[in-house]
């Protein structure tokens, strides 16, 4: 089982929309998948059509250890879920030790997936060094910008400090380029600079700006449901193709 988290500490880079969205193309590429949200915001959760502020119990439920994950596991279309909630958010303050290992732990078991994708949220909290503690690689999705580029850096000193204290088997394996629009200066530059400065880490397949990867979360629905034959789908499929090369 290869487990994946999609992480940047910079919000509104496409972190959700290519958890989602990988996710739902491996499921169509025959791989059994998980989604684990474990974002405050509840934003895959969204995304897949589950209100989170109705549900009655959640990822948080989870790590607190009061319940099993079987218990809050949405099937969806084949595709599972472990929802979150907007208690997540609370975790901080619990008086747990070693909060860290709280999804670790709560997961050892977890086998049954040819693919565990885990959200994280934009920040690097306990709710994101939990992901990172039980991921075994890290995909960064970049919105070629200036400032989301320099950011960056700060996800990568994150993951180099897990690495030595919490996970020694995480590793940074794959930037995903989003929002690309080859006609912007900035976009081709970004991408170059990426190239140059990480080489080897940066997906081929580029995401172009689609609007209809931007309308998708707003009716539950994947880009392959809402509009399989935009951009967005293409993309995310010839994205989904590649990781499973690098994966083989």
């Known amino acids: 089982m290869k487990i994946i988290a999609i992480s940047n500490n910079k919000g509104g880079v496409g972190k959700t929309t290519s958890t989602v969205n990988i996710a739902a193309a491996l499921q169509i590429l025959g791989k059994k998948v998980l989604v684990i949200d474990m974002d405050h915001q509840a934003q895959s959760t969204y995304h897949l059509g589950v209100q989170s502020n109705k549900l009655k119990r959640s990822i948080y439920d989870v790590l607190k250890g009061e319940l099993p994950y079987g218990d809050i596991m949405i099937d969806r279309n084949g595709m599972h879920l472990l929802p979150a909630s907007p208690d997540l958010k609370g975790l901080e303050f619990l008086p747990i030790p070693a909060k860290e290992f709280l999804l670790r732990?709560?997961?050892?078991?977890?086998?049954?997936?040819?693919?565990?994708?885990?959200?994280?949220?934009?920040?690097?909290?306990v709710l994101t060094l939990n992901a990172l503690t039980f991921a075994q690689e890290i995909y960064v999705p970049l919105q070629v910008q200036f400032l989301p580029f320099h950011g960056m850096y700060n996800l990568f000193e994150a993951a180099e400090m897990v690495k030595k204290r919490l996970n020694k088997s995480i590793e940074i394996t794959g930037i995903i380029a989003t929002m690309y629009n080859a006609n912007k200066t900035i976009n081709r530059e970004v991408l170059e600079e990426t190239k140059k400065r990480l080489p080897g880490k940066l997906f081929e397949?580029?995401?172009?700006?689609?609007?209809?990867?931007?309308?998708?979360?707003?009716?539950?629905?994947?880009?392959?449901?809402?509009?399989?034959?935009?951009?967005?789908?293409?993309?995310?499929?010839?994205?989904?193709?590649?990781?499973?090369?690098?994966?083989?």
């Open 105 to 125: 732990d709560a997961l050892a078991d977890l086998d049954d997936y040819d693919y565990t994708l885990i959200d994280c949220p934009p920040s690097l909290g």
């Open 205 to 248: 397949t580029l995401i172009r700006e689609n609007v209809s990867l931007q309308e998708a979360p707003s009716w539950g629905k994947t880009i392959f449901e809402y509009k399989p034959d935009s951009s967005g789908a293409i993309d995310y499929m010839e994205l989904t193709k590649e990781i499973l090369v690098r994966s083989a």
